[in-house]
């Protein structure tokens, strides 16, 4: 949903006094194209919103919203839970919600965010209630207590004719029941304790993704250290796998092992680091692409770990969980400003009109390296192309996300099933493009393609997903895919959602799930077709 940048010109020019007329003159544009602009019926971007800003004495991300941008992402998925949907709300009332009421806006989707912890913790208990048979025996435990000080206090009370020995061995039998009984509960205690410590979150990958967005996918005290480390490197004997592997050696005592098991050969995976043999082993299958980063990768956070943990010291994470996940984003985020410096790489991408296979080719990379790097070239005044990212396994369930403002990824589960992300599946290691418009009106430029990583042996299966990058569609003629699309036929655009759920076209063809809305039934909402819809059966 794109934010209400409109509304923010309308106001900054009515505190200023320009009238419309003067304003539209200075950026040249028609005042009824201004107007349309300002009541957010029309997109701006690019060259038209540096010049509204330069005219408005504003900052460019201050008038594009970035930060309204993602509390209506925030807004959408509220307004779409199960609990609130069916209730009758404007398609344009989250928008003028954030434009007038930002606070409020911000208590409803701090209020939902809560609620869906909240919901995830008692969905966690109720798994390990169901599944944990610790908790299963110190239940079992805690029953048997209760039904021995039971047996004993009956006979206590209906047998008169006990003796006072007999009497003293009963009332030992409850003490003793009654103190095991409190032990158990206080290990019953310490399990819940234990799970809740983990579980404070709602979303550890939500945590990650404020990260992101708060620093715009640009981390400036990482891309420092990368800049330090890479001219080290070069000193050394130039960027290569080589080097990287020499630099491990002679600093930090690290060995590189190709080929073998690995010490641990229950774990899985292309590569592994050991540090209390201080070895680095890749299995024998891994491309000189996945060598090249993780040695990058390990070396960055061995040389660099102060720039690593004084991000995170500045980062709100409230769990351990979501500490070790931003962790090992910002190790990946360190790697790639090592292999694509950034000055370079910015001119690079602008000087192949961003064709990722070229620059795969130039710095020995992986497409979905490359495309990492290109989310990250937000440097304030040396900007690249905004870009969101997506990957998703064969059974289209995502696996990993950067978000884009204004543009509603999913954090997980499945996105769109119209999207080029599960369509580059049918055409594998052919890069699918397509632009896509939401019912919003807001329009994307969207570039997947497969990747796979090779298997080790006959027995394991190569693990193959797709990766999708995203940028608003105004972007689209920088691009080498922008090439040969008329841009502005928007009858070619494919007619798209974030998710079944979240989607409001109701007469959808590829519609996986029902997303009902006021006074509908579910039985006049398109649902998928089932075998009986064809008179099929069960044929077995």
Known sequence: MRAPIGFRISNRR????????????MVGISPSYLNLIENNKR???????????????????????????????????????PMVESLPFRSDERRELVAQYPASATALARMHRAYAGAVANADAYADRLRSDPLLSQLLHQVL???????????????VPDLDDAERRQFLAAIGREARTLSDVARNLIGQF?????????????REIDDLIIDQQNHFPALETAADALRAEIDRAGGFSIATLGELLDSKFGVSVVIGGKPADAGFPGPYRFDPSRRSMWFQGSATLATRQFQLARLYGELAASDAIKGTLNKASLSTPTAQRLASRALGSY??????????????DAEASAYDIDHLRQMYHASFEQVAHRLVTLRRSGEEGIPFGFLRSDPAGR????????????PNSGHACPLWAIYGAFRTPETVQRQVVRFSDGSRYLFLARTVQRRAGSFRE??????????????????TVYGSGLDLSDVSADIPVGPSCRLCTRRACASRQEEALSPGESSAEVRAPL???DFGLGDRS
Do not use: W
């Open 530 to 532: 089932l075998p009986d």
């Open 14 to 25: 009515k505190s200023l006094r320009i009238s419309q007329a003067a304003l539209a003159r």
């Open 461 to 478: 299966q190569p693990v193959l997903s797709s990766v999708m990058l995203a940028c608003d569609a105004l972007h689209a003629d920088r």
């Open 398 to 409: 995502l696996t990993k996300h950067f978000p884009l403002p204004g543009l509603l990824l």
């Open 144 to 158: 048997s207590g209760i039904t021995a000080v039971r047996s004993s206090a009956e006979i206590l009370e209906d």
């Open 334 to 347: 360190l790697a790639g400003a090592i292999v694509f410096p950034y000055a370079r790489m910015l001119a």
């Open 193 to 205: 304790e234990t799970s809740n410590e983990t579980r404070r979150s709602g979303s550890p990958a």
């Open 43 to 81: 997109d701006i971007g690019g060259a038209l919103l540096n010049r509204v800003a330069a005219q408005l004495e504003i900052d460019i991300d201050e008038l594009a919203g970035l930060t309204e941008q993602k509390l209506l992402q925030d807004l959408e998925e509220a307004f779409a839970d």
